[in-house]
């Protein structure tokens, strides 16, 4: 990886560039993420930047579920087990957990640190941690920090021709905004919290993705459902709930020349899909769903309004989601 933090408080990169020398012959800049974040505080700031060639995802910001395996009432706490990332467990004294249902991904409720994890001893990947209170829990439950959870801007940047994701983005408050995306094999923008495979936290909100460009993505490795896609995994192949993300906007943005959906939106409340360009979308779908430009999963309050489709073909696909908005779309048959 080109640049890596973990627990920092904040960051400020402005004209990066992570990019194959001209004349090299290297066909690699980074065999990882050009820029990884990791349970981090403040304010994530990428502005005016140049990522080009990485083996992976140029920007990817997250933190950590972990899967509680047992509670105790004297002293409250809960022991809970990393999924193979015993170098990252990051609870400090008065910061707020949050428990949540590992099927649906629905928050049940938080709690205060008391002090920080102490490993269980001789067993690897274990930890007690004492906690304010301890809520009833499933037998599913996992847990996250709530206070390690940064704000993002990602603006101005370059991204091309590299395999993976452009911006893979597990946090809250967060902007990408005229960013110029060409050449990802994975979705441009993924959106996205995981307790089914890698275990990163946590579920978007308050993210507003607009004015972007993408150009030929989602057709490789890392390849998904659509160029821009906001999706949950949870535990065991269960479905998550609407509320694994919460208000988002995606607007004016230019999708081209994309194999599958422009558009993908799942287990949310309170998105807005509006004035969309969806060039040359659905090319090659490999399900009828993705033959749609828009397709919405298991979604509750959603607008989708002056999305321009063209040429014209399958507009908005929804039938898992409830209170769904349609007006003007143009080439949506």
Request: hydrophobic share 40%; net charge negative; charged share 15%.
């Amino acid at each position: 990886m080109a640049f890596v933090c973990a627990s920092c408080d904040g960051v400020s990169i402005k004209g990066c560039s992570v990019k194959i020398r001209p004349g090299s012959s290297r066909w690699m800049s980074t065999t990882a993420d050009a820029c990884h974040f990791v349970a981090c505080t403040g304010a994530i700031e990428i502005t005016d930047s140049h990522f080009q060639g990485m083996g992976d995802d140029a920007v990817n910001i997250h933190g950590y579920f972990h899967q509680v395996l047992s509670t105790s009432s004297t002293p409250i706490g809960v022991r809970f087990a990393t999924k193979d990332n015993q170098w990252h467990v990051a609870y400090r004294r008065l910061d707020t957990v949050g428990f949540y249902d590992g099927a649906t991904l629905s928050l049940i409720g938080t709690a205060t640190v008391l002090q920080a994890p102490t490993p269980v001893a001789a067993t690897p990947d274990q930890y007690d941690l004492l906690l304010s209170a301890v809520p009833p829990l499933p037998a599913n439950a996992i847990l996250s920090n709530e206070t390690l959870v940064p704000t993002a801007l990602i603006q101005g940047c370059l991204v091309e021709d590299h395999r993976g994701r452009a911006f893979v983005l597990q946090t809250r408050g967060v902007d990408v905004l005229d960013n110029h995306i060409t050449g990802s094999t994975g979705p441009a923008i993924s959106v996205r919290c995981d307790a089914a495979d890698w275990w990163e936290s946590t579920g978007g909100q308050l993210v507003f993705l607009e004015r972007n460009v993408i150009d030929r993505s989602n057709f490789g490795a890392a390849s998904s459902h659509a160029a821009i896609q906001v999706h949950a995994e949870s535990i065991s192949g269960t479905t998550p709930a609407p509320g694994a993300h919460r208000d988002l906007r995606i607007a004016e943005n230019w999708i081209t020349n994309t194999p599958r959906s422009g558009i993908f939106v799942g287990h949310s409340v309170r998105a807005s899909i509006v004035g969309n360009q969806l060039s040359n979308v659905c090319t090659a779908p490999q399900t009828l769903e993705q033959s749609y430009a828009v397709v919405l999963v298991q979604d509750d309050l959603i607008a989708v309004t002056g999305n321009v489709r063209s040429p014209a073909g399958n507009g908005c696909h929804f039938p898992s989601s409830t209170n769904v908005t349609l007006n003007i779309n143009l080439g949506f048959l």
